[in-house]
């Protein structure tokens, strides 16, 4: 992560200096992580703490040999539901917010439902999803999609409207149409405002679908994570959480990725 | 409107007769904003011919309603009272033709293209792009040859503002109409764009009406200087600046050229 937001920050970075910088900034964060976890290994150790209550990072390490098929088979479910309601999700949001931007009414209307809905936990509608639903993909993906959908609709509206008067202006003494104005316009100034919020949605997308599985679920991540910590599998627990994580990660890298290669202008530079 | 240019087709004379010698009329025109108690009369009772090929500089202290003057030209804001025709046309008609430019006081370029491809949007909306200019040759034109691909924030405020003129003159508008397009650069690159824009005036022929809130700048562009006096905002005097065509900045420094700034320091002393 750190690394992604540093390369958007400085994108000329080039030939072998650059990549020396780049191995030497990273460096320190290297060193922290590996402290991090011998001091770990050292505490559990040196006061002997049960691995069922805290294993250490061997033990997670050992789980990851032994239950990497558990762990993989149980992967790929999560993965599946936390990517189709990212796609749901922000795309309906998208559409939602254009539809806004060129309807006031619309907007006047569905706007607070919106956010009324988003001020109930997510946590609280999982139960009644999965009792529409039952407990197959579909309410896990209804979840991650709306637990993107929200930060996506209010950051969307915002950049389609983040249009200054002067280049409307200057769009008008063009005789430009309402949707030439739209795609020349609207949706490139929007696009800074829609990545970050699909930063957000790419990690909490994967919070979605497990706290979905968390209820009534016998696959998935979130399932994993609530039989293992039932049956004081802690080291399998842990290894769960790490792979939960990763996949954040994983997301949250492919979101930045696109945004570096997409915008390459800076919002505030230029008026 | 539709109804009176039809009728007007026929007599082809006097149409290109008004063509000919005046490019922009404006007749008794009033602009009030609001309604009622709040309404606000920008401009009152406005009356002035632009000559074809001229350059007129607009010059008056603030609120004086020389950027809704230009901006009621340029069909940007509705006239209340009187009559405004470019070219014999209504400014909407005019608009739609592409008879006349604009040119802001921030360059208004979009900050994800580049340089070129900010000049060629005209040419991309509002059915434009039949007669133009070729880009590359404009950017040549005002100096930034060579800065074809670079982005709006990799330029300097002045380098932003040649390219918004390029960009104005890519449709070959008969008319150029210019709302204070210096005033935020320092006074080195003003005085080095204002050279410039006296050649590209000859070289390119075209009528350019220019808004300014500095005296010298006024005198030096002009050879008519329209001086406004405001509250409400209405024409003081037309004054004709008696200075050789080809103009230079050395000139600034004539007795000449100080006693027409003090003539107008005088007339707007007076507003």
Request: aromatic fraction near 8%.
């Given at each position: ?20 910088d ?28 049960p691995t069922?209550m ?9 789980s ?7 762990l993989l ?5 999560t993965?599946f ?12 949001a ?15 209307a569905?706007y607070?439902?919106?956010v009324?809905?988003h ?17 197959g ?85 979130g ?12 080291p ?14 994983v ?18 530079d230029?008026? | 409107?539709n109804?009176?240019?039809?009728a ?17 009329s ?30 007129v ?8 309603g ?45 900050p ?26 404009l ?9 074809e691909k ?15 003129i ?10 150029l109409?210019?709302?204070e397009?210096?005033g935020?650069?320092?006074e ?15 070289e ?10 500095s ?12 001086v406004?006096?405001?509250?409400p905002?209405?024409?003081k005097e ?17 007795l ?16």
């Amino acid at each position: 992560m750190a690394d992604i937001a540093h390369r958007s920050a400085a994108p000329v970075q080039h030939g072998l200096f650059g990549l020396t910088d780049r191995f030497r900034d990273k460096l320190p964060a290297a060193f922290a992580v590996v402290g991090l976890i011998a001091a770990w290994q050292f505490v559990v150790w040196a006061f002997s703490v049960p691995t069922y209550m805290a294993p250490g990072p061997l033990d997670v390490l050992r789980s990851f040999r032994d239950d990497g098929w558990t762990l993989l088979s149980n992967f790929w479910p999560t993965l599946f539901e936390a990517m189709l309601g990212f796609v749901f999700g922000n795309l309906i949001a998208i559409l939602l917010a254009v539809w806004f931007v060129h309807n006031r009414t619309a907007e006047r209307a569905f706007y607070p439902i919106a956010v009324f809905m988003h001020t109930i936990p997510i946590i609280a509608v999982a139960p009644i999803l999965v009792l529409i639903f039952g407990s197959g993909y579909l309410p896990k993906v209804i979840i991650a999609a709306l637990i993107c959908f929200f930060p996506t609709l209010v950051n969307m509206v915002r950049g389609l409207k983040a249009v200054t008067p002067a280049t409307l202006d200057l769009m008008r003494v063009l005789s430009a149409s309402k949707s030439e104005i739209f795609w020349k316009v609207r949706i490139q100034s929007s696009l800074p405002f829609l990545f970050a919020a699909l930063k957000i949605a790419s990690t909490t997308c994967v919070i979605g679908a497990i706290v979905a599985e968390w209820i009534g679920s016998n696959f998935g991540l979130g399932a994993l994570i609530i039989e293992a910590t039932y049956n004081f599998r802690s080291p399998l627990l842990y290894a769960t959480v790490f792979v939960a994580a990763l996949l954040a990660v994983v997301l949250f890298s492919i979101v930045s990725v696109a945004e570096a290669r997409l915008i390459k202008w800076k919002a505030s530079d230029v008026h | 409107m539709n109804a009176r240019a039809l009728a007007r087709s026929p007599v082809m004379p006097a149409a290109a007769d008004v063509e000919a010698n005046v490019a922009v009329s404006v007749r008794n025109v009033d602009v009030v904003f609001g309604e009622g108690e709040s309404a606000v009369t920008a401009l009152s009772g406005v009356s002035v011919d632009i000559a074809a090929g001229s350059l007129v500089t607009m010059l008056g202290p603030s609120g004086c309603g020389k950027s809704t003057l230009l901006r009621a030209i340029a069909d940007l804001v509705p006239v209340s009272a009187g009559e405004i025709t470019v070219l014999g046309r209504s400014p909407e008609e005019a608009r739609r033709e592409r008879n006349f430019s604009f040119v802001f006081q921030d360059a208004t370029l979009l900050p994800w293209r580049s340089a070129l491809d900010n000049v060629r949007l005209p040419l991309e909306v509002g059915g434009g792009g039949a007669a133009h200019a070729e880009p590359r040759e404009l950017l040549e034109l005002v100096g930034l040859k060579g800065r074809e691909k670079a982005l709006p924030a990799e330029l300097s405020g002045g380098m932003r503002q040649r390219v918004a003129i390029a960009r104005a003159l890519v449709s070959r508008p008969k008319i150029l109409l210019m709302d204070e397009p210096f005033g935020a650069l320092d006074e080195i690159t003003r005085d080095k764009l204002n050279e410039e824009l006296l050649r590209i005036w000859r070289e390119t022929g075209t009528t350019i009406m220019f808004v300014t809130h500095s005296i010298p700048e006024a005198a030096f562009l002009g050879q008519q200087v329209l001086v406004l006096a405001s509250h409400p905002g209405r024409v003081k005097e037309l004054v004709t600046v008696d200075l050789p065509a080809q103009r230079r900045l050395a000139m600034r420094d004539t007795l000449d050229f100080v006693q027409i700034t003090a003539h107008l320091r005088r007339l707007l002393e007076e507003c």
